[in-house]
């Protein structure tokens, strides 16, 4: 039974859209999603997918392509806010950490992380994560041309590449709960003499200007762009909230316990 209870916490986590630790943007994202049909459609159908049906799976083939599929086909103001949202402290920084199943889709089998160069060579040859590295690698390079070193639109452009990342063989993530930092699972220590191109790779994540600017600058834009999501009228039907048409919206322990309910089916 324990060995149940972490994805069903995690599954909570991920679909509640409150939390104990007060507002913040993360969860104003995290309720936004949930108010909007689609995008909690397609947030339920990758936590379903990572989460597996036994402790301790993986399905990972399949946890990968459901998160591309949020992040293609998902409003982008929503699945953006989710991904990007700012944070002053760790317990916010976490639940960003833990957005898209990291268990699964971003960590490896193996107790250490790969050689990158073996995460790159497999999404150079991936007829999936090629082209997605290659528009991630064009959007947020730096431009020695430019004033501050990128492109005044570019960050919205790095975000969308990005995000594109996700669910391929070289996933990013945040590396920890105390800052704002991305990297793919994998590092450069066996990289033997291939450890220059092995950095290049690397630093595309963990050295790279634009892509820390952009997302550093997405905390100022999100209102806005979250405005523009909510402007068009929503199917209460489709609310987690609200239970029927001529119900009464639910309290944080009711959702609560449903929310819980529903876990617990799913892992039996």
Same mark, same amino acid.
């Given at each position: ?42 947030? $339920? ?44 402290? +760790? ?46 690698? *064009?959007?947020?390079? +730096? ?19 990005? *995000? ?6 070289? $996933? ?97």
């Amino acid at each position: 039974m324990a060995s149940c209870l972490g994805p069903v916490l995690l599954l909570l986590l991920l679909l509640l859209g409150e939390s104990a630790a007060g507002v913040n943007h993360c969860v104003d994202a995290a309720e936004e999603c949930t108010a909007d049909a689609l995008c909690e459609r397609l947030r $339920t159908e990758y936590v379903v997918r990572c989460l597996g049906r036994a402790p301790r799976s993986c399905p990972r083939a399949r946890c990968h392509r459901a998160l591309r599929r949020f992040f293609a086909r998902g409003p982008p103001a929503l699945t953006h806010a989710l991904l990007f949202c700012q944070c002053v402290g +760790p317990a916010c920084a976490e639940r960003r950490r833990q957005t898209f199943v990291p268990a699964c889709a971003f960590y490896g089998p193996g107790a250490l992380p790969p050689s990158c160069l073996e995460s790159l060579d497999a999404c150079v040859q991936s007829r999936v994560c090629g082209p997605r590295l290659r528009a991630f690698q *064009a959007s947020c390079a +730096p431009v020695p041309s430019a004033p501050e070193g990128c492109l005044l639109d570019q960050g919205p452009r790095c975000l969308r590449a990005y *995000a594109g990342l996700v669910g391929t063989t070289v $996933t990013p993530n945040y590396v920890d709960n105390a800052s704002a930092r991305v990297a793919p699972w994998c590092d450069c220590r066996a990289s033997g003499n291939r450890r220059e191109e092995c950095e290049a790779f690397r630093g595309l994540f963990t050295r790279n200007k634009c892509l820390d600017g952009a997302i550093r600058n997405f905390d100022s834009k999100w209102p806005g762009i979250l405005q523009v999501q909510l402007d068009p009228p929503r199917d209460p039907g489709l609310n987690l909230l609200q239970v029927s048409s001529g119900a009464q919206p639910l309290d944080g322990g009711s959702l609560l316990s449903i929310l819980l309910v529903l876990a617990l089916q799913f892992l039996l």
